[in-house]
């Protein structure tokens, strides 16, 4: 198994932290995406939409979205549950995860990609060729990102994490857009923001945090 990568960007963690959580190790390609090492043809002949992260599996098959790649995971390797156990926590949890990430990552995705120089003609990610940067939807990013801070906060004040009572998939897909949305797209939590700092510091502390 082959894991493509870029350490720095939020979506490859994402699935860093979720190998760390069930202790499962592959061997690892880095990639620049800043650069441009995405599109590469060589790495767009195993995934066409050039995105990472993205996993190969022994018989050649590649598997890129994030869900995806820590679904197959999930299956292959059941412990520690990450995406629910029975039918109800299954759910919560789905739906938080994409709350999690519609909300927050999406948000600061925007606010990043389309106030960050190198990617004035890469407003779009992957191999879909130029666009250009729309600076509105950087404010409006920003904007839509302390949105779900206050959101998550409220939502913390009756919950140990994101999904309920348990750690799973929603915790690592909020806190790597946390961590995304305070270093690449400038917009810190908010003091005020109690509850989230609580759960932030939580969750920071554990040591698939630092994947
Ligand atoms: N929906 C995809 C999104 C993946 C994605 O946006 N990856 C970014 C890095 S965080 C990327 O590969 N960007 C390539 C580019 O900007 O050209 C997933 O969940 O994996």
């Not at 195993?46 to 995971?73: H, N, Q, W």
């Not at 949305?181 to 502390?205: F, H, I, T």
């Amino acid at each position: 198994m082959k894991l493509y990568d870029s350490q720095g960007a939020p979506n490859p963690r994402r699935v860093r932290m979720f190998m760390a959580e069930k202790g499962i190790s592959c061997e690892n390609q880095q990639f620049n995406i800043v650069k441009g090492e995405n599109l590469d043809p060589a790495f767009l002949a195993k995934s066409p939409r050039g995105m990472l992260p993205a996993l190969e599996l022994d018989d050649g098959t590649v598997i890129d979205e994030t869900i995806a790649i820590c679904r197959y995971f999930e299956e292959t390797q059941p412990e520690p549950p990450l995406m629910g156990t029975d039918p109800k926590s299954k759910a919560i949890i789905t739906s938080r995860e994409r709350q999690m990430e519609f909300d927050g990552l999406l948000s600061a995705a925007d606010a990043f990609r389309n106030s960050f120089p190198g990617f004035a003609k890469r407003g779009l990610g992957g191999s879909v060729g130029s666009v250009e940067a729309i600076p509105a939807l950087a404010e409006r990013g920003k904007a839509m990102v302390s949105r779900f801070y206050e959101n998550l906060d409220k939502q913390l004040a009756n919950s140990t994490y994101v999904a309920g009572d348990e750690f799973s998939i929603a915790d690592i897909t909020a806190l790597c857009s946390i961590d995304f949305a305070q270093g690449a797209a400038r917009v810190p939590m908010p003091e005020s923001c109690k509850n989230l700092r609580r759960w932030y510091d939580a969750v920071s502390a554990r040591p698939s945090a630092k994947a």
